[in-house]
């Protein structure tokens, strides 16, 4: 079932959505080689707790963790651990919270360090994608319009394998919520757009192959082949015209060219 939105609700999810984009821009900023994901796991809950709200993804459907950290060729779900992150390593961090009855959840990717041409573009022109799909999501449209804007861009333009396993969702007082949004489909199918809608929007791009696998511990996704893989994800309220987007990259954009650690 869909679930429509008001104006009063859309603003308590935004306020729940910029609580996301607060806590990863306090992890661009953190973020450096020789810090461990768990370390930036407990960082990042003590956050959301600092901030009177709960981690969306502990204890949800049994997750162990604040937030998911996929590094290199994990795609998402990745398990913090004492690992130390290291130069040319890229690294996904997807957070959610609840707050004021509503989720907010989100994602970006940072890269640390050096890394080569085609690892920075597969980056770049994943979040690209994730505008590219942004500006279909108006009444009116279709799901599928989202869809084939971003594998257009990903794979018709760029050759990229995009992942069919895992797809964005509406999002609400439940964290997934009706409808799925793939990343990939045909425009003018799926579900029509309505205005009021709430989705999380979140290309997940391989530089290769389009194939995942499931770790043994039953969360962690990594790509078949080795190849990195890329996470941009925001939170996007359906209007008339042009959709409204409730988180914000800019602050996390800020803390991220402030940090002598990452490439922009």
Same mark, same amino acid.
């Given at each position: 079932?869909?679930?429509?939105?008001?104006?009063?609700? $859309?603003?308590?999810?935004?306020q729940?959505?910029?609580?996301?984009?607060?806590?990863?821009?306090?992890?661009?900023?953190?973020?450096?080689?020789?810090?461990?994901?768990l370390?930036?796991?407990?960082?990042?809950?003590?956050?959301?707790?600092?901030?009177?709200?709960?981690?969306s993804?502990?204890?949800?459907?049994?997750?162990p963790?604040?937030?998911?950290?996929?590094?290199?060729?994990?795609?998402?779900?990745?398990?913090?651990?004492?690992n130390?992150?290291?130069?040319?390593?890229?690294v996904?961090?997807d957070?959610?919270?609840?707050?004021?009855?509503?989720?907010?959840?989100?994602?970006? =990717?940072?890269?640390?360090?050096?890394?080569?041409?085609?690892?920075m573009?597969?980056?770049?022109? =994943?979040?690209?994608?994730?505008?590219k799909?942004?500006?279909k999501?108006?009444?009116?449209?279709?799901?599928?319009?989202?869809?084939?804007? $971003?594998?257009?861009?990903?794979?018709t333009k760029?050759?990229?394998?995009?992942?069919?396993?895992?797809?964005?969702?509406?999002?609400?007082?439940?964290l997934?919520?009706?409808?799925?949004?793939?990343?990939?489909?045909?425009?003018?199918?799926?579900?029509?757009?309505?205005?009021?809608?709430?989705?999380?929007?979140?290309?997940?791009?391989?530089?290769?192959?389009?194939?995942?696998?499931?770790?043994?511990?039953?969360? =962690?996704?990594?790509?078949q082949?080795?190849?990195?893989?890329?996470?941009?994800?925001?939170?996007?309220?359906?209007?008339?015209?042009?959709?409204?987007?409730?988180?914000?990259? =800019?602050?996390?954009?800020?803390?991220?060219?402030?940090?002598?650690?990452?490439?922009?």
């Open positions: 079932m869909i679930h429509i939105k008001n104006t009063d609700e $859309i603003e308590l999810m935004r729940s959505a910029m609580l996301v984009s607060q806590t990863l821009a306090q992890v661009a900023a953190l973020i450096k080689p020789g810090i461990t994901t370390e930036l796991d407990a960082f990042i809950g003590a956050f959301i707790k600092d901030n009177n709200a709960v981690p993804f502990l204890h949800y459907r049994g997750y963790f604040n937030s998911c950290i996929s590094v290199n060729d994990v795609v998402v779900h990745g398990f913090p651990n004492k130390m992150l290291k130069e040319g390593d890229i996904s961090v957070i959610g919270v609840y707050k004021n009855n509503f989720h907010g959840d989100h994602a970006y =990717t940072f890269v640390l360090g050096s890394v080569d041409n085609a690892v573009q597969l980056v770049q022109e =994943t979040k690209t994608s994730l505008y799909g942004i500006e999501a108006i009444a009116g449209n279709y799901v599928g319009d989202i869809s084939a804007a $971003i594998q257009a861009h990903t794979q760029y050759g990229y394998g995009v992942v069919r396993e895992l797809v964005g969702h509406g999002i609400g007082k439940q997934h919520e009706d409808p799925d949004v793939p990343n990939y489909g045909k425009r003018g199918t799926g579900k029509k757009l309505r205005e009021g809608m709430v989705l999380a929007i979140e290309p997940m791009i391989n530089m290769g192959s389009r194939e995942v696998y499931t770790d043994k511990d039953g969360w =962690t996704v990594r790509t082949d080795g190849k990195p893989s890329v996470h941009f994800e925001h939170d996007v309220c359906v209007q008339k015209g042009k959709a409204d987007i409730l988180s914000d990259y =800019t602050i996390i954009e800020i803390a991220e060219k402030g940090n002598p650690n990452l490439s922009t």
